[in-house]
C-alpha cells in the first residue's frame, strides 16, 4: 500500500544511547516532516525538508538530528537520548509545501527511554 | 497562551448523537483549517480541511471556521462506535511552509 513506513515500530533505549529513526513515502512527495506527540502536549514539529536537499527546524528541535537522504527517505536520529525523548514520532510528507491538505503521516514510532 | 487551544476532554455520547468538538486561536495569519482523526496506535488522518471563513460538508460531518471569533468546530451527526477516536484541529498561515499547529486533541467515545 502506497503511503509513509517508519522503523521501528517500538523501541526502548538507555540514557545516553543513540538511535536513528527511519521513514520512507513512495507517493513522490516533495515534503518531509518529523513530529513527536506527547499525552496532554499534542504533535509538535521537530524538523522538515522542504525538498531534497533541505532541512529546517521545527518547534522542538534541540536534541535531534535529521537527514533528507534523497527524495524517499527523511531519517531523525537522537545522538545522546534523554527521558524527557520519550514520545510517539511520527512521520509525514507532503506533495509540495505549503499543501496543507495533503499531509500523509506515517503509524508512528513509539519511544522509550529509560 | 499556546496557539492552538483545544479541550483535551474526553467526550462521551451515545450513538446517534451530534457531536461538537471545538478549538480556538490566537493566530489571526492562519488560513488553512484542518480536522485529523486519529484512532489508537494509529497515525493522524486528514479528515476535512478548510481555506479561511465557511462552512464544509462531507457527509455527517460539517466543519465550520469563524475568523472573526478565531474559533472552528467539527461537527458529526448520527455519530457511529466508529467515530470513536482522538480528533486533532490543526492550522498553517502564509509564510509557516506548510508546518501545521497542532490542538492536543479530543478524544472521543461513541457507546453503541
Known amino acids: 500500500n502506497a503511503g509513509v513506513t517508519q522503523t521501528p515500530k517500538f523501541q526502548v533505549l538507555k540514557t545516553g544511547q543513540s538511535m536513528t529513526l527511519q521513514c520512507a513515502q513512495d507517493?513522490?512527495?516533495?515534503?518531509m516532516y518529523w513530529y513527536r506527540q506527547d499525552p496532554g502536549m499534542g504533535l509538535r514539529l521537530i524538523y522538515y525538508s522542504a525538498s531534497e536537499g533541505t532541512t529546517d527546524k521545527g518547534e522542538v528541535p534541540n536534541g535531534y538530528n535529521v537527514s533528507r537522504l534523497n527524495k524517499r527517505e527523511f531519517s531523525l536520529r537522537l545522538e545522546s537520548a534523554a527521558p524527557s525523548q520519550t514520545s510517539v514520532y511520527f512521520c509525514?510528507?507532503?506533495?509540495?509545501?505549503?499543501?496543507?491538505?495533503?499531509?500523509?503521516f506515517g503509524s508512528g514510532t513509539r519511544l522509550t527511554v529509560v | 497562551q499556546k496557539e492552538v487551544e483545544q479541550d483535551p476532554g474526553p467526550l462521551s455520547v451515545p450513538e446517534g448523537a451530534i457531536v461538537s468538538l471545538n478549538c480556538t486561536y490566537s493566530?489571526?495569519?492562519?488560513?488553512?483549517f484542518m480536522w485529523y482523526r486519529q484512532y489508537s496506535r494509529k497515525g493522524p488522518e486528514l479528515l476535512m480541511y478548510?481555506?479561511?471563513?465557511g462552512n464544509k460538508e462531507d457527509g455527517r460531518f460539517t466543519a465550520q471556521v469563524d475568523k472573526s471569533s478565531k474559533y472552528i468546530s467539527l461537527f458529526i451527526r448520527d455519530s457511529q462506535p466508529s467515530d470513536s477516536a482522538t480528533y486533532l484541529c490543526a492550522m498553517s498561515g502564509w509564510g509557516s511552509q506548510g508546518n501545521l499547529i497542532f490542538g492536543k486533541g479530543t478524544k472521543l467515545s461513541v457507546k453503541p
Open positions: 478548510t481555506y479561511s471563513s
Open positions: 507517493m513522490n512527495h516533495n515534503s
Open positions: 509525514a510528507s507532503s506533495e509540495a509545501e505549503g499543501q496543507v491538505d495533503g499531509y500523509t
Open positions: 493566530n489571526s495569519a492562519f488560513q488553512y
